[in-house]
């Protein structure tokens, strides 16, 4: 008789898969625990300022420890200093609540998206502009629409693109639906996740999201898209996948924009096509 399946000795179990995908959390904890069996154990108390001082230092070097981005270690050794002055401060107890459900208003799902809030500018507005679709009434859409910015740059664009932008956060989506009004623009905004909206009727898909999204999206993509739709991506590229950036992106404070073009024959290629490679080679000094 076959023996049951068992996990292999090199298989991670759940207590490490658990570990592994939340570290950071448990390391924090860890640190935490520890405080508070100091005190619990009688440890006398100590100036302000040391207490400050061992909180950054714990702070820098777990993020060490957790090979964090450097900034991260300036900002976990200034997070205590912060805190114990802004308490110092006797602000009531209201305005920290309301601040906390600001930027819950405003991050929302970050923790689980891991795409955060930036505005892209005006530089990369104008030149995702040229990629829209020469037939007018085309239809585009940005996945995850921030304050709108982009969007509506591009409704205002000749020919009428019907512009869609999709995003999840309340607070920018309601800022973006009023500057729509504001601005009496066709374009649209919907509170809705992109991973639940189907692709297949859009020309033109916009993306400014994170390198954490990029693999799924693509799958997505890849599944979705009609032959001829273009997969603009700003400053992400596609793990694994050949990416072309357009000329003019990438440089001077412009991130690059990469693009995909959905083939005849169902598949996803990098570059923007003939007619798209035309609109940005006519501008390059050398042609
Ligand atoms: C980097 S901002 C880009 C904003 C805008 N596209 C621009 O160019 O200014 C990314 C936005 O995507 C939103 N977002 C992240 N995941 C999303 C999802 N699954 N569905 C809809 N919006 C999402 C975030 O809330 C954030 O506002």
């Given amino acids: 008789m076959p023996a049951p399946d068992r996990p292999s000795r090199t298989e991670p179990g759940l207590a490490l898969a658990l570990w592994s995908r939340a570290h950071p959390q448990w390391a924090s904890v860890g640190v935490l625990l520890l405080g508070w069996l100091l005190v619990a154990w009688g440890l006398p108390p100590q100036p302000a300022g040391v207490g400050l001082a061992c909180q950054a230092l714990s702070g820098v070097l777990l993020s060490a420890w957790l090979r964090l981005p450097v900034w991260w270690w300036a900002i976990n050794a200034g997070f205590p200093a912060a805190l114990h002055g802004g308490v110092a401060l006797h602000w009531p107890p209201m305005v920290f609540l309301s601040i906390f459900l ?138 694994g996948q050949a990416a072309v950036a357009l000329p003019g992106s990438g440089q001077a404070g412009v991130p690059p924009l990469y693009v995909w073009r959905m083939g005849r024959d169902g598949v996803l290629a990098a570059g923007p096509g003939p007619d798209l490679e035309a609109v940005f080679l006519k501008d390059l000094p050398c042609s």
Avoid at 202 to 231: E, T
């Fill in 102 to 239: 600001t930027l819950t208003l405003v991050y929302w799902t970050t923790f689980s998206t891991r795409v955060p809030l930036y505005a892209s500018g005006p530089a990369v507005w104008d030149l995702m502009a040229r990629c829209l679709p020469p037939q007018p009434g085309a239809r585009v859409i940005d996945l995850g629409s921030g304050l709108g910015g982009l969007a509506l740059h591009l409704a205002r664009q000749p020919g009428s693109p019907a512009v869609l932008g999709l995003e999840l956060a309340p607070l920018p989506w309601l800022l973006s639906c009023c500057r729509a009004r504001w601005r009496r623009s066709g374009c649209r905004f919907r509170r809705q996740d992109y991973r639940r909206h189907d692709l297949s009727s859009y020309d033109l898909v916009l993306a400014y999201l994170s390198p954490a999204a990029m693999p799924a999206l693509w799958q997505q993509l890849v599944s979705q898209l009609k032959p001829g739709a273009c997969f603009v991506s700003c400053e992400f590229a596609v793990p």
